[in-house]
């Protein structure tokens, strides 16, 4: 599990530095061009933002693996790696359909919200998490 949350945290925060920076200059150029739309520009932006948070907060559960309630902590970092590729991924693709031809991606809109549900739930996990004595104290 400590791999897993490493490996995925690690990738995650490298995404989000390059999809964050692929919104400040490609993304911006082509909003003169009426593909992408300034609310769609902040929006994957956010979700950049947001991915980055919660990479970083992935990499920080590794330490609190060992002294709080490992099941806990486990099932927040899997919120967070849920809520990353739910909420993020989700808004990625609906503010950048029509730049990449496609269409029709209604059925994304109710998976940006769910995500940010496994994101609230992983932060929430973590506050119960040290209320609840690890198993090894």
């Given at each position: 599990?400590?791999?897993?949350?490493?490996?995925?945290?690690?990738?995650?925060?490298?995404?989000g530095v390059a999809l964050g920076a692929?919104?400040?200059?490609?993304?911006?150029?082509?909003?003169?061009?009426?593909?992408?739309?300034?609310?769609?520009?902040?929006?994957?932006?956010?979700?950049?933002?947001?991915?980055?948070?919660?990479?970083?907060?992935?990499?920080?559960?590794?330490?609190?693996?060992?002294?709080?309630?490992?099941?806990?902590?486990?099932?927040?970092?899997?919120?967070?790696?849920?809520?990353?590729?739910?909420?993020?991924?989700?808004?990625?693709?609906?503010?950048?359909?029509?730049?990449?031809?496609?269409?029709?991606?209604?059925?994304?809109?109710?998976?940006?919200?769910?995500?940010?549900?496994?994101?609230?739930?992983?932060?929430?996990?973590?506050?119960?998490?040290?209320?609840?004595?690890?198993?090894?104290?």
């Amino acid at each position: 599990m400590k791999k897993r949350f490493l490996v995925f945290s690690g990738f995650s925060g490298a995404i989000g530095v390059a999809l964050g920076a692929m919104a400040a200059h490609l993304l911006k150029s082509k909003l003169e061009t009426g593909l992408i739309t300034e609310a769609n520009l902040q929006a994957f932006e956010t979700a950049a933002k947001y991915q980055l948070f919660h990479s970083i907060a992935l990499l920080a559960l590794l330490a609190l693996l060992d002294p709080f309630n490992q099941k806990l902590i486990a099932k927040a970092g899997y919120c967070f790696m849920a809520g990353i590729v739910l909420f993020s991924g989700s808004l990625y693709l609906l503010t950048t359909a029509k730049l990449m031809g496609i269409s029709d991606v209604r059925w994304l809109g109710p998976i940006t919200p769910i995500g940010g549900l496994f994101l609230i739930s992983g932060w929430l996990l973590i506050a119960f998490a040290g209320f609840k004595k690890s198993k090894k104290s």
